[in-house]
Each structure stands twice: as C-alpha cells, then as structure tokens.
C-alpha cells in the first residue's frame, strides 16, 4: 500500500478529522470524489426519470436510509462530556492499580442517562440515572458503570430483563406508565425485594436537578487487590461537589425535553467545569461474614446498603468534566460501556447482578455497534503500551494487527506481562455443588427503608413522597395491586401505609405474612405455602431458596487471611 504520493492520506487522521471546519474541508461522494453541489441528480432528460448511475444521489439516500444504529434497551437517552480524572489521596494500601498512585491522572469520558425511554423521551422524568465512567488508564480501561442510587429494584438476575419489559411500553396499548402503571406497580407488588429502591424513587432524588446535581454509586461490591495479594470488598460513590437538587413533580412539566442535556453542554461550554469525588467504602472477607450474622446486611445484594458510621467513606480522587463532544453519535452514542472492563487490582465480587451485567453489557454492544466496538476512537484503550492480541477481522475491523501472527507464535512471538493478581486466593474459596437460587424476602430487607423513612425524610418530604406515589398509581387499573404494594409498604413503615391508603382511598394488606409473590420467596409468610415462590415446592424437589439468603456466612472465605486490611486500610 506505498506509493511515492501520500496524496490527502494525511487528512484522514479522526483527531484531525474531529477538528476540522467546514470552511477547511472539500464537498465528496464517499469514495471521495469532488461533487460540485449536494442537491443535483442526474435524470433523463429534463422531465425524465432519476437514472441509476448517479452514485452521488444512492449513495447519499443508501446512506440516509442506515444512519441509525439499535438505540441502548435501557438506558437509551443520555448525555456525555469528557474530563480528566485525579488521585488525591492514594489507595495504594488496598489497590495495585496504577491509576490510584498519588497524582495520577487519566482522561475519561462520563455518560448520564435515564433508564427506562426512549433515545427521546423527557430528561425530567422520574427514573433511576445512569452514572458510567470510562477511565482510560496506562493499563487500559477501567469501566465504573453505576447509578445515582445506591440500591436497585432487584437482586435476582433473571428479573433484569422481566422487570425492564415492565417500564416499557405496553406490547397492546402501547402506552408508558405514565398513562398506565398497571405493569410497573403489579412486579413491584410481587418483588417485594424492590421497596428500598422504590422509597428512593418515588422520593425526591426520582428527579435530580439535570446530571451536575447527583451523587453517583456502583450499587455493586468489587473486590480491591494489593501488591501483597491482600484483598478487601469494596463500594465506589461519586459524590457531585455542586450539591444535589432534584425537581418536584409538579414541576417537572415545567423543563424542556432536553434540560439535563443541556445544562450540561452549557455549563460545559462557559467554563463551569462539574466535579464529583471519587470515594469508596471497604470492608474484610471477615468483616462481611460479621456483618451478615450480625445486622443480616448481605455485601452480594443489590438492595442492601452498607452502613457509613461502620464503614466510613475513604476519599480516593477527583473528576471534573471539562470538554464538550464535538461530535454527540461519534462519543456519546457510540460510547461502550463494560462493568467487566476491569484492570489490575479491581476484580468482581461474587454478586450475582454483577456476574450477569459482566456477560450482558459487551453482548449488547457487539449487536448495537459491532464486533469492533473497541476499535471506535471513543471506546479505545490508550495504555501505555502498544497492546496486541489474537482477535481478527469482524465486520469493521479497521486495526487489524498488520501481519503479525493470529496465533501464540514461536517465530514471531508476543510479549507478555507478569501476572500481578493471585487469581487463585482472590477467588478460591468457591467451592460448591451447582444449586439453583431465587431470593427470598425477609425483615432485614425492610430495615434500610425503613430508615429511610423515620430519619431521613423530612415532613415535606414524606408528603411529596405520598404524592409522587398516590399520583403514579392512579393509573394502575388493578385495585387488588395497590392493596398488596400498601402492604409491602406496612411492613415499611404503619404511618407510611395509613397515608397512602388516605391517598389512594384503598385499604391496603396487613403487612406481608399472609400475602404470596411470584417473583420472590416470602420468609416472613405465616403459612408454608405461602413461601415458596409461584407455588413451586412439588415433593422431592429442592427449592431455590437458600439459608443465608446467597450472603457470605461465618466460614465462607475459610483459609483466607482476614482483617489484614482493616475498615478503608485503617488498623
């Protein structure tokens, strides 16, 4: 492919393509002939038909008609800048990653996102936030793919794709859960697992003021490594240095479409950089097992919290975002976010949420954007080596590695890093037969609701929360689902359950014991056949429920070194 005239080759170059100006470029067909104007086609005769010839005019239309990739199942409408990442205060006592020395920096680039619209639907409605970070490392890219809450409606893995269905459109109606909310509330009301989520939704943090005005949180344990093999649980937040805001629903009507996009890109584009602080919360192997014999808080549950006065938040570093897309398709849409993106040092805990989004997420970008998804400038790690492996070809494949072997070579042979995590005492005490598991819903569960309710909420807003709730079920077609979510929301809380009943002018559930779900195993049912799931239980059949509830317990991590680390590196 030489040539003794390199020709315009230097103009395709994606930074340079990126920074051009219109008045600096040279209008082309696609193969890069001149054109001398966009709007001419070629016909028979003046009056005649179009003729087929003219690859300006198909290949402009052909073009036209596939400009449009599959937009995300969830998380579809966003917003993005890009930023640069800084290490404050080192986590090298708990991590190996490079990026955590003191002052390192890395660039990023931020997606925010609502979770159940469409690529058009309202920035002001009330949904959970995404809140997903790429961060491109010198030992390639770490994706920290979170939210602006620190729970989620489930811990089961297999709901992921039911409930989702449930805060689409529906397949007759086709209408949202703004005009019907029949299917939002009928899987609430039998997963109950859902209450602490749906206490944070239906509160005021269900509408944040724009993307600046939230923290963001991992909701997931991960585990952290050490240079001595030494490793700790842990949970990352981002806590947003411009406060939090939120919009009432009264008042949501109020902003355009777009607001949080563009408070964003203007906000941006002024020079009022947003930043967030980067900050985790850790805990021993030990310290995990002691916390569910003690409090029943499960570290592998996505509806549980960990308690801040036991497990204080660490500072680790600083992000702001300090540049604008240029181009919103090329790095917002395009972007590719991966929780299995993961580097040196920061590795997956055994949630089983997590385990699913770490297979689920590059399969939905193979199918949005491609095979070669990673090849995209957006999506492409910049470590601080020339990396090589032996994946090849693939629709677009555009760095194909040259020549260089597709296979483990003996003439021409790659070169390798030492391997600096002991995989095998990081994850070595699984050891089990295989077992099928489904949840099951007990006191525990309501207890950080429950807080939530008596000690954070304040009078005003407990009453927006009756409203925000009242309001949302007054398209629920099914009283029978009101009653059974007012009692899942007794067990929250009397004064809670009494208010919306006053609201909805429906006499709820006495609480849970005598109620029975299709989604979740009730342990706190008065009868035994109320606890088992959907009627399952048939004889010489074990049932998918567990004694722990799928939490760590007292020998879990049996031969490893616990406590070495202490709570956030402290002794």
Sequence with gaps: MSSLHTSGDKYRNYLDDRAAKAQDTVYTTSNGAPVPHPYESQRAGENGPLLLQDFHLIDLLSHFDRERIPERVVHAKGSGAHGVYRTTDSLE??????????????????????????????????????????????????????????VFFLRDPAKFPYFIHTQKRDPSTHLTHADDSTAFWDYLSQNPESVHQVMILMGDRGIPDGYRHMHGYLGHTVKLINKNGEWVYCQFHMKSQQGIKFITQEDSANYSPDYSQKDLYESIAKGDFPKWTLEVQTMTPKQAEELWETEKINVFDLTHIWPHSKFPLRKVGEFELNENAANYFAEIEQICFNPAHMVPGIEPSADPVLQSRLFSYPDTHRHRVGVNYQQLPVNAPRPNYRMANFQRDGAMAFLNQGSRPNYLSSIQPISFKDRQVNLDKTHAHFASNAVTFLSEIRPEDFNAPRNLWEKVFDAKAKERFIGNVSGHMANCKEEEIIKRQIGIFREVSEDLASRLEK???????????????????????????????????????????GEANGAPVSGAHKGLANGQNGTNGVH
């Design 93 to 150: 006592d708990l991590c190996l990653a490079d990026m955590f020395q003191p002052g390192k920096e890395c660039p990023i680039t931020v997606r925010f996102s609502t979770v159940g619209g469409e690529s058009g639907s309202h920035d002001c409605v009330r949904d959970p936030r995404g809140f997903s970070i790429k961060f491109r490392t010198d030992e390639g890219n770490w994706d920290l793919v979170a939210n602006n809450t620190p």
């Design 503 to 545: 609201a909805t002018g429906v006499k709820g559930y006495p609480g849970i014991k005598g109620m029975k779900f299709n989604g979740t195993h009730n342990g706190m049912a008065r009868n035994e056949g109320d606890r088992v799931a959907n009627g399952m239980g048939a004889k010489g059949v074990r049932l998918s429920r």
